[in-house]
């Protein structure tokens, strides 16, 4: 009797022992500073140059909050660990173990440096408010190919992201079948994203989500001096010019032609936007909500080019 109850009890001291046992220490990746290598690597890989970099670590530092436990991540390692994920479309794998982070690391920095940059859109991509401002853009349009009183062009792009589920996933799929966002943007001539919509379903028709939105209702509040440039799926309207449909004489073969050559603008900077961040051009892998907040993002950043 005395041998079973030891055997119990030897039993009950090593289950304590596996209970309580020591944990394994923590261990650290050797973490390497982004800004030791040379420049033209630098620009390769990050998508920006060194000073632009720091000028957009500055913007956002006191917006992230660094973790208080173990040694935490810098303000600066986040933001270059998010852009090498954005601008080269990076597996948060791959770019944890360039920068000595583990891949649920990278998706919380991200997602933290996305809304900290969304926080400052106002600053980076206003449409315009002051008559200065607007004369200035009138004049750059018309330099183009002499189309008058243009502020902007506006055009709808499709940011492919990852397969949704629920009742509406279908409307997500466009009609070139993949999934997709439908991202409203107006540029101006500068390349330079005036404004930016990232909500609308990717099966949602161009003409609906300006007709939704607030740059519609601010143009119809005589906000603004000049006009926008759209394509044929827009409405024609005072405030939206379209191009023409049928053409009967020389002067409206002219008047199509300097059009789409005005209208053109907003196709060149989704081309610059796509090229310098991968990840608009070759899908988001983050979830929904999150691509939402990231395009709003990438938008301030392409946008910061321009100040600096």
Same mark, same amino acid.
């Given at each position: 009797? *005395?041998?079973?109850? +030891?055997?119990?009890?030897?039993?009950?001291? !090593?289950?304590?022992?596996?209970?309580?046992?020591?944990?394994?220490?923590?261990?650290?990746?050797? *973490?390497?500073?982004?800004?030791?290598?040379?420049?033209?690597?630098?620009?390769?890989?990050?998508?920006?140059?060194?000073?632009?970099?720091?000028?957009?670590?500055?913007?956002?530092? /006191?917006?992230?909050?660094?973790?208080?436990?173990? $040694?935490?991540?810098?303000?600066?390692?986040?933001?270059?660990?998010?852009?090498?994920?954005?601008?080269?479309?990076?597996?948060?794998?791959?770019?944890?173990?360039?920068? !000595?982070?583990?891949?649920?690391?990278?998706?919380?920095?991200?997602?933290?440096?996305? *809304?900290?940059?969304? *926080? $400052?859109? &106002?600053?980076?991509?206003? &449409?315009?408010? @002051?008559?200065?401002?607007?004369?200035?853009? &009138?004049?750059?349009?018309?330099?183009?190919?002499? +189309?008058?009183?243009?502020?902007?062009?506006?055009?709808?792009? $499709?940011?492919?992201?990852?397969?949704? !589920?629920?009742?509406?996933?279908?409307?997500?799929?466009?009609?070139?079948?993949?999934? @997709?966002?439908?991202?409203?943007?107006?540029?101006?001539?500068?390349?330079?994203?005036?404004?930016?919509?990232?909500?609308?379903?990717? @099966?949602?028709?161009?003409?609906?989500?300006?007709?939704? @939105?607030?740059?519609?209702?601010?143009?119809?509040?005589?906000?603004?001096?000049?006009?926008?440039?759209?394509?044929?799926?827009?409405?024609?309207?005072?405030?939206? +010019?379209?191009?023409?449909?049928?053409?009967? /004489?020389?002067?409206?073969?002219?008047?199509?032609?300097? $059009?789409?050559?005005?209208?053109?603008?907003?196709?060149?900077?989704? !081309?610059?936007?796509?090229?310098?961040?991968?990840?608009?051009?070759?899908? &988001?892998?983050?979830?929904?909500? /999150?691509?939402?907040?990231?395009?709003?993002?990438?938008?301030?950043?392409? /946008?910061?080019?321009?100040?600096?």
């Amino acid at each position: 009797m *005395r041998f079973y109850l +030891f055997l119990i009890l030897l039993k009950f001291i !090593g289950r304590l022992e596996q209970t309580f046992k020591r944990r394994r220490p923590r261990v650290y990746k050797e *973490r390497v500073d982004p800004f030791s290598i040379p420049y033209h690597h630098f620009k390769a890989k990050y998508r920006f140059n060194k000073s632009t970099a720091k000028k957009i670590i500055g913007l956002i530092k /006191n917006d992230i909050k660094l973790s208080k436990r173990g $040694h935490g991540t810098p303000a600066e390692l986040q933001v270059m660990v998010a852009l090498r994920c954005w601008g080269r479309r990076e597996v948060q794998d791959d770019a944890g173990d360039l920068h !000595g982070l583990a891949q649920p690391m990278v998706s919380r920095i991200c997602n933290r440096v996305a *809304r900290a940059l969304a *926080r $400052h859109g &106002m600053e980076y991509r206003n &449409m315009l408010t @002051s008559l200065e401002e607007q004369a200035v853009i &009138m004049r750059d349009f018309k330099a183009i190919r002499n +189309f008058p009183g243009v502020i902007g062009a506006i055009d709808g792009t $499709h940011v492919k992201i990852k397969k949704t !589920g629920g009742d509406l996933a279908q409307y997500y799929i466009n009609r070139k079948g993949f999934y @997709s966002l439908n991202v409203q943007v107006v540029c101006d001539a500068q390349l330079k994203i005036r404004d930016i919509v990232s909500r609308w379903r990717g @099966s949602t028709h161009d003409c609906r989500i300006f007709n939704e @939105s607030s740059i519609k209702e601010r143009f119809e509040k005589k906000e603004f001096r000049g006009r926008l440039l759209g394509d044929s799926g827009y409405q024609l309207t005072h405030y939206l +010019f379209t191009p023409l449909l049928r053409t009967n /004489n020389e002067k409206e073969e002219r008047c199509n032609v300097a $059009h789409i050559a005005t209208r053109n603008t907003v196709e060149r900077c989704f !081309g610059v936007w796509k090229q310098r961040f991968r990840c608009v051009l070759d899908g &988001m892998t983050v979830s929904l909500s /999150n691509a939402k907040t990231v395009i709003v993002a990438l938008a301030v950043l392409h /946008n910061i080019v321009y100040f600096y």
